[in-house]
């Protein structure tokens, strides 16, 4: 089974940074895309960025581009999101999925497997 675990969560204060780690099993790394999303509570699901792994093409939303680096150690199977200069706006729950199809990533909010989320909580 396609197993999904995010990492690196916690409580920063404003204009630090932090990393997420998406550990991931069960499926041909290279053959999929990967991507991160966020919920803060109350919203709905936002896409953040994402990753076509094989190719390399690599999506930002506007909300965060400047501010985060998607990026993969294929030899882990693993993703990551480097985030940085953070703001209180950034707080949510991260969620590292994966997809066959890339459109579902990284176009849509959709993807076949989902990671259980990592709380990101940012202070002023």
């Known amino acids: 089974d396609v197993q999904l675990v995010e990492s690196g969560g916690g409580l920063v204060q404003a204009g630090e940074s932090l990393r997420l780690s998406c550990t991931t099993s069960g499926f041909t790394f290279d053959d999929y895309a990967i991507g991160w999303f966020r919920q803060a509570p109350g919203k709905g699901r936002e896409g953040v960025s994402c990753?076509?792994?094989?190719?390399?093409?690599?999506y930002y939303a506007d909300s965060v581009k400047g501010r985060v680096t998607i990026s993969v150690d294929n030899a882990k199977n693993t993703a990551y999101l480097q985030m940085i200069q953070l703001e209180p706006e950034d707080t949510a729950t991260y969620y590292c999925?994966?997809?066959?199809?890339?459109?579902?990533?990284?176009?849509?909010?959709?993807?076949?497997?989902w990671g259980q989320g990592t709380q990101v909580t940012v202070s002023s």
């Open positions: 990753m076509i792994i094989g190719d390399g093409f690599i």
């Open positions: 999925a994966v997809d066959r199809n890339w459109y579902k990533i990284c176009l849509a909010t959709m993807p076949a497997y």
